[in-house]
């Protein structure tokens, strides 16, 4: 556990000892904000529904940036080296990645609540849509991010893991769409349905708070993880 | 301390490591020589399990490298070749950072991280990125990285490649200080460095152990033969039957006109001591002038050369 916090805190940290988070943060805020207030003068209505439904747009190029670096770099400089021969399991060294691009994540959510402040002052929005709007969001963007950081480890090129990220983020989130699910044989629909990553994030945004889809998000981040356990573990 | 029995590594088709067994003992240097490609680097991944042996056992500080991978690397100070670093960090957030991973007490860590400054030579360069040193500096604080849990082992994996000749002395001159009282095992190409680092020698080609011995043992290992150079004047022609009468020559070879007059010969003999008193006597007998006279031990140059060529011809 002591290992894990160690490789989280550097992790973390690292995050901020290049100009990249300030920008990312600035460039994340500014886009979600501008977006979000766009059409919110447009409707009037005290709502952050709309930003919630922009949102899993912008993890979808924002995410992967957060992940592309954090196996891609260590495997390119050689450091995986260092770090896979100190006395870390390698399901400690993935979760310690994995808990600061998450919390790297939170605190970037959590600078979005003043777009929540703003709407309050406004007006009188649902404060039950807002918390499972958030919920779907830190759910959503876990998974997100489980994918991005196991598929960092499959290259040495953060702009191949970018990439391939962003691609497979983008398939997995649209697979439950209805658009999709019409092109699809019927019998196959409500596999698509259940697997799509964007189909359980409607129902939490809408504050419909289900434990199945927490569930499903969770098993969707765990099985991710474990794959970047083993991913790690066959250099050997 | 490490005990390595029949260790064998393939990646796809090739055997990076085939069927390497050798032992090493508390508070031995041992050099790891040979080409690159020789297996070296992979053998050292496996003792700090980085990789896992196909095939073969191996023991670490009385640890299992498979079984008990954790307490190996408790055991073991490892610094992977090019010494690798983070390059975003500060030379002290990341040796803090190592001795988190490696589990010291908040309480000790100050005072090591102090110490490794010491030891290592880090005072000029304590609150710098990583990623702005030298290389000398680089390869500095990665020995400060793999000493700063006070390990019985050292694995160093090429440390002075990539450095200029005065860092080399100095990175050897710090290796040799912190080796007193640890077993280590480093690999290198560069054959000076064995012989002014390694209490002992392994010589891997191929993927399998060529030789091994103290470098002395070695010498006589490869069967070498001094060579002696003498370049003589004489008037009388015979001067190649008369040198090669003399008792243990087992060559004579003429390699070259110099100037004046002077031949000079090749003398090939396994007392090259000797051999070299007994021409000066044969030159005082037959009235020959001598202007040089000198013996070339076969280096462990030679002897690396031999051993690693021969097996591709055979």
């Given at each position: ?17 290049s ?17 979000f207030?766009k059409?919110?003068?447009?409707v ?5 529904r ?19 670096r ?22 400690e060294?993935?979760m310690?990645?994995?808990l ?16 929540a ?23 959503i ?8 950081l ?39 629909a ?13 129902s ?33 | 301390?490490?005990?390595v ?21 508390k ?11 020789a ?16 095939s ?20 073991v100070?490892?610094l ?10 500060d ?5 803090e ?28 360069v304590?609150?710098?990125?990583v990623?702005?040193l ?28 990539g ?10 001159q ?11 095992i ?12 390694c ?9 399998e ?6 470098p002395?043992?070695?010498h006589?290992?490869?069967?070498g ?19 090669s ?24 003999s ?7 008193e ?6 005082v ?22 051993l ?7």
């Open positions: 556990m002591s290992r894990t916090l160690a490789i989280f805190k550097r992790e973390f940290a690292s995050y901020f000892n100009p990249i988070a300030y920008i990312y943060v600035t460039v994340f805020l500014g886009l979600a904000g501008w977006l207030f059409g919110f003068f447009l009037g209505e005290a709502s952050m709309s930003f919630f439904g922009i949102l899993p747009w912008l993890f979808l190029f924002f995410v992967p940036a957060i992940t592309m954090l196996w891609a770099e260590e495997r390119k400089v050689g450091t995986m080296e260092l770090l896979m021969t100190l006395p870390v399991t390698d399901t060294a993935v310690g990645k994995f600061a691009s998450f919390t790297f994540l939170l605190v970037s959510l959590a600078l979005s609540l003043v777009l402040v703003v709407v309050s002052a406004l007006g009188d929005p649902d404060p039950g849509e807002i918390f499972g709007g958030y919920l779907g969001a830190v759910l963007g876990a998974a997100f991010l489980a994918i991005g196991f598929l960092s480890s499959l290259t040495e090129n953060q702009i191949v893991a970018f990439i391939i990220s962003v691609v497979t983020i983008f398939v997995l989130f649209i697979l439950g769409d209805d658009f999709v699910l019409m092109g699809v044989p019927n019998w196959i409500p596999v698509f349905s259940f697997l799509g990553l964007g189909a359980h994030y409607d939490v945004s809408r504050g419909v708070i289900d434990t199945r889809d927490i569930i499903y998000y969770l098993s969707v981040v765990g099985f991710f993880l474990y794959l970047n356990v083993k991913s790690i573990e066959s250099r050997k | 301390m490490i005990s029995k029949s260790l064998t590594k393939t990646f796809g088709r090739t055997v990076a490591v085939n069927n390497i067994s050798f032992e090493v003992s508070g031995e240097v041992l050099g790891f020589l040979g080409p690159n490609g297996g070296k680097t992979t053998t050292m991944r496996m003792l700090t399990c980085y990789l896992i042996p196909d073969g056992t191996a023991t670490v500080a009385g640890c299992d490298i498979v079984e008990d991978s954790l307490e190996v690397r408790k055991h100070g490892y992977p070749e090019n010494a690798p670093l983070y390059l975003d960090m030379v002290v957030s990341y040796l950072f190592v001795a988190d991973v490696r589990g010291i007490p908040s309480s000790e860590k100050a005072g090591r991280i102090r110490r490794m400054v010491e030891t290592c030579g880090l005072e000029s304590v609150g710098r990125y990623g702005e030298s290389k000398g500096f680089k390869q500095r604080v990665g020995l400060a990285q793999t000493l700063i849990h006070d390990p019985e082992i050292l694995i160093l994996d090429e440390p002075t490649t450095l200029d000749p005065s860092q080399i002395i100095e990175i050897r710090l290796i040799k200080e912190i080796g007193k009282e640890r077993t280590v480093l690999s290198t190409h560069i054959l000076p460095e064995v012989e002014a680092t209490s002992r020698v392994l010589i891997i080609n191929e993927g152990i060529a030789a091994s011995g103290t002395e043992e070695l006589s290992v490869a069967g033969e001094d060579s002696i150079y003498v370049a003589i004047k004489a008037d009388d022609e015979g001067v190649p039957e008369k040198l009468r003399i008792s243990g020559v087992t060559a004579v070879k003429k390699v070259g006109d110099l100037d004046d007059g002077y031949i000079r010969f090749l003398l090939k396994k007392d090259g001591a000797r051999v070299g007994e021409v000066f006597r044969a030159a007998e037959n009235g020959w002038t001598i202007n040089e006279l000198h013996r070339e031990t076969l280096s462990l140059e030679d002897i690396f050369l031999k690693t060529t021969k097996e591709k011809s055979a």
